[in-house]
């Protein structure tokens, strides 16, 4: 890439450089992650654990692990979720081939039912 080429006094010394550029770069993606998608759960505000497609359909999983990736996809096709309403969404879909707009209305219902 043209830059400057940086020498080592050891192995052990480039691995440490390596590690921590790799721990850097994946500090900027979590960083962009929250900011596209924010930290909590769409449906009821508990920790955001997954990220899911709205639609449904599989994706590569480093679709949303590499800032390239991130930069590139349309976030309003994608919802955060927590793990209980991730596998709500799941159990949703799977059962009743339910559409995102219904599988929200009624994980809402849900939550306000239970007084979440």
């Not at 006094?9 to 770069?25: I, W």
Request: net charge positive; hydrophobic share 30%.
């Amino acid at each position: 890439m043209g830059g400057r080429k940086i020498v080592y006094d050891s192995e052990q010394e480039r691995l440490e450089a390596q590690r921590e550029s790799h721990r850097k770069q994946r500090e900027k993606t979590c960083e962009l992650r929250d900011l596209i998608f924010g930290t909590e759960c769409t449906i009821c505000g508990e920790p955001r654990e997954a990220i899911h497609k709205k639609d449904g359909t599989p994706h590569p999983q480093r679709t949303l692990w590499t800032r390239k990736s991130l930069r590139s996809l349309n976030a309003s096709d994608w919802v955060a979720l927590c793990k209980n309403c991730h596998t709500a969404a799941h159990a949703l879909m799977k059962l009743g081939g339910a559409e995102w707009g219904t599988i929200e209305k009624m994980l809402l219902r849900l939550k306000d039912d239970r007084g979440v």
